[in-house]
């Protein structure tokens, strides 16, 4: 059983693969770096400056960067054009789908610290693909065969399984988890116990949530407690491999056989985003053919 939070997933199209390119860099020692701002590493105090990085990167991938921000000012352009505008509703739901996705927002925003990028990079790439939706939507026809027919074929994956919500605080004794559910007992705050007592550092900040889970993703004997569990009820202490769970089950999905009409939406979802991306390259190339584009990059 691993108390991991999946990476940070970012649907884009087209993205931020200049800031990919910077996170590849590290820099030992950072904190010690000189007080000039120019300066960004050394070697045996022989300085490596900004200007000097920002060169050698400009001849490895500036032609590369420089393309995706041509096409991104081409999305801009096209949107401004069509009266196509990104509303804070769109942003929220989509931000409403990264939180689903982590278990909550406080999951999310954990995960998103362990990432490189802040919420305003998602936001932003957001506001772009957002804009390349809908322009190309209109010009895409999702068919009913078609969408019933990969139900057909994909039915699995539309299969509800059983599926419980929960919570722990894991500790490494069980005289410290009887110490927990007896604090519990007296009406103390369970989220908040998690953030103070809990080793688990990947779920503690976000007061110990693990999200939604089927059968066969985590410890046996921590399954099979959380899925005798009742809504709202805590267990007693756990044991596992990684030491001792206390457990709080928030919330149970049962399990439910494919439904075509129920999975529609979600499946016109899916189609509807592969027809864009396979897509996408063709209509930009068109629409480049509209402006007048100078690449000056290519003269020095």
Known sequence: MKWTLPRIKRNVIIGFLILCLF???VFVGFANRKTDPQIVASVNGETIRKDELYEQMLKQNGQQGLSILVAQKI???EAKKQNIVVSSEDIQ?????????????????????????????????????????????????IEENEMKTYFEENKDAFVQEQQVKASHILVGSKE???EIRRKLSEGEDFSQLAKELSTDEMTKENGGQLGFFSRGQLD???????FAMRVGDISAPVKTDYGYHIIKAEEKKEAKAAD???????????????????????WLQE???????????MQN
């Open 75 to 77: 999305v801009e352009l």
């Open 93 to 141: 739901r989509e931000m409403a789908k990264y939180y689903d996705y982590y278990g909550g927002k406080e999951a999310f925003a954990q995960a998103l610290e362990m990432s490189v990028y802040s919420e305003e990079d998602i936001k932003d790439d957001m506001r772009m693909n957002i804009k390349i939706r809908k322009l190309l939507e209109p010009q895409i026809a």
């Open 287 to 297: 629409k480049s053919h509209d402006y007048k584009i100078e690449n000056y990059l």
């Open 176 to 178: 410290e988890a009887d």
């Open 23 to 25: 996170s590849g860099l």
């Open 260 to 282: 075509y009409q129920e999975s529609k939406d979600k499946i016109r979802e899916f189609l509807l985003q592969k027809r864009i991306e396979a897509e996408y390259d063709t």
């Open 220 to 226: 046996e004997a921590f399954e099979k407690a959380a």
